[in-house]
């Protein structure tokens, strides 16, 4: 296993979140899409990591460390959809111009 | 490395298989017509990520993505489906945007980008499967990385109240 196989679906997997989180207009689905580009961060730590091999296993614990920041992420940002919805009983983001000038 | 090469190991065909099934669920997750059907897809694409981590040898990472993305993340998302009400197929219009081809051009844009710098910068260097044991994590995530660790404890903290006090009904 060479480590550019990785990185390449890695980028590939970014690049797919990166459509998603612009063409979708609904909140929950951004989300979605924001949880694949995190996903291809991990593939790339992890892949870093088995590349260096280091004592600390670098790779591994920066990737759990993504994974926990990820989870309150998703956890914080589904609280605020339901708040937007509850307010405006719709979680489209194009109708969030408020701050908008 | 050619690519006769590169097929020649077999990692690299079960590498091969995962990803296009990876790939696959990915552009389904930001295609799909129906929600809950995204969410699902999503699943996959995880599964296929906890996959690649196994080939790694990150076995403690790969059964953390599917207990904590798998088993809590996506069960949340299928609750915020349920609760926001979000178009199942029968309202497709209200889903994607009408302007799709600014957008992939942007992706495709990213992609060339990040796939020549990081293969160009990384050509060929081996990666070796060895597995990363979950005692030799544990001990370095608490001796070396300890402060970092209390760190990410104290946001999951934030995240846990933050959520409760945002998503809260009596205010």
């Known amino acids: 296993m060479i480590v550019n196989q990785f990185l390449i679906l890695a980028a590939l997997l970014f690049s797919i979140g990166v459509y998603g989180v612009l063409v979708r207009r609904n909140a929950v689905l951004v989300l979605l899409s924001i949880e694949l580009m995190l996903t291809a961060v991990n593939i790339n730590l992890v892949a870093f990591g088995a590349m260096i091999s280091d004592a600390f296993a670098s790779g591994a ?14 956890g914080i940002g589904l609280a605020i959809v339901l708040l ?18 | 490395m050619t690519f006769g090469e590169w097929i020649g190991e077999t990692e690299n065909i079960v590498f091969l298989v995962i990803s296009l099934v990876m790939v696959g669920a990915a552009v389904m997750v930001v295609v799909s017509r129906n929600v809950v059907h995204a969410a699902l897809m999503l699943v996959l694409a995880l599964a296929g990520s906890a996959a690649v981590f ?19 993340v996506v069960v949340l998302f299928l609750f915020g489906i349920m609760i926001t009400r979000a178009p199942t197929g029968r309202d ?10 600014p957008a992939a051009l942007v992706a495709a844009a990213v992609f060339a980008t990040l796939a020549t710098a990081t293969t160009m910068a990384f050509e060929d260097r081996p990666v070796s499967g060895d597995i990363v ?7 370095v995530l608490f001796s070396r990385f300890v402060i970092p660790f209390e760190v990410v404890s104290f946001v999951l903290l934030a995240a846990l109240i933050g959520g409760i006090v945002l998503a809260r009904r009596d205010r």
């Open chain 1, 84 to 101: 937007i919805f509850r307010n405006r009983s719709s979680a489209n983001v194009d109708e969030l111009d408020l701050m908008k000038w």
């Open chain 1, 61 to 74: 614990v920066f990737a759990l460390f993504v994974i926990a920041v990820a989870a309150a992420e998703v």
């Open chain 2, 54 to 72: 196994l080939l790694l040898g990150a076995e403690f990472v790969a059964w953390t993505v599917v207990l904590i993305y798998i088993g809590a």
């Open chain 2, 133 to 139: 044991s979950a005692e030799e994590l544990g001990d």
């Open chain 2, 92 to 101: 497709p219009a209200d889903l994607d945007h009408t302007r799709r081809w």
